[in-house]
């Protein structure tokens, strides 16, 4: 099969599954408590969708050092997700290890979209 460049960033794959992270975060945050609409709940959702909107503004930009500095934010966001998920875990306010799964492959997903980039 033949790679057709893509045109849009909802036609990259890492794309796709950050938006289906944060989508899936957004559904299991409703069960966190209500003290933590403004703590925890607020920070995930802002980290989460951070990823996604990176990678959407970094296809956009001309230069590959460009792409990949907003990459690299975006890497960062997703850091950051992982770290809220532990932290939902340690308090039990839920089961988020598929959350974890998904977080994790979208993070092998960049770092290979990074290193195309950089190739």
């Known amino acids: 099969m033949k790679n057709i460049p893509a045109k849009s960033f909802k036609d990259l794959i890492v794309w796709q599954k950050a938006h289906e992270l944060v ?4 559904r299991i945050i409703t069960q966190f408590p209500k003290e933590e609409l403004y703590g925890l709940t607020s920070q995930i959702r802002r980290s989460s969708a951070s990823v996604a909107a990176n990678i959407a503004e970094a296809f956009k930009k ?3 050092l460009d792409k990949l500095r907003i990459l ?3 890497q960062g966001s997703l ?5 809220h998920l532990v932290l ?3 308090l039990r306010y839920g089961d988020v290890s598929l959350l974890e799964m998904k977080a994790e492959e979208v993070s092998k997903l960049l770092e290979s979209y990074m290193k195309a980039i950089r190739n």
Do not use: F, K, L, V
């Open 62 to 64: 001309r230069s590959g």
């Open 72 to 74: 690299n934010i975006a």
């Open 23 to 26: 989508i899936s975060i957004y």
């Open 88 to 90: 939902a875990a340690d």
């Open 79 to 83: 850091s950051e997700t992982q770290y």
